[in-house]
Nanobody, 120 residues
């Protein structure tokens, strides 16, 4: 059994920073891409940032120059450093990972979600 556990969400003022973490655990053979999605009320879930197993990164245009995605392969963990947060960043954030387990079955897994609220 594989699971992703997120942490780090909360309430922050505009211009502030937060770091989200997402750790994968279980019968993991390898993890390909990992990433972060967000969903605001009434809106479609969107990709915020992704990172490949080799460290290649991609970002939504709305967060470029403000957010940084990284990963620690030894810990099976992906991070999202969010700087200069704005009210428009308010959403539930979900981590995502492309995982092959020890029986060579490949699936996309999702974290439980963590709420980020940017407000004064």
């Amino acid at each position: 059994q594989v699971q992703l556990v997120e942490s780090g969400g909360g309430l922050v003022q505009p211009g502030g920073s937060l770091t989200l973490s997402c750790a994968a655990s279980g019968s993991i053979f390898t993890i390909a891409a990992m990433g972060w999605y967000r969903q605001a009320p009434g809106k479609q879930r969107e990709l915020v940032a992704g990172i490949s197993s080799g460290g290649r990164r991609n970002y939504a245009d709305s967060v470029k120059e403000r957010f940084t995605v990284s990963r620690d392969n030894a810990k099976n963990t992906v991070y999202l450093q969010m700087n200069r947060l704005q009210p428009e960043d308010t959403a539930a954030y979900y981590c995502n990972a492309d995982i092959t387990n020890n029986w060579q079955m490949r699936k996309i897994y999702w974290g439980q979600g963590t709420q980020v609220t940017v407000s004064s």
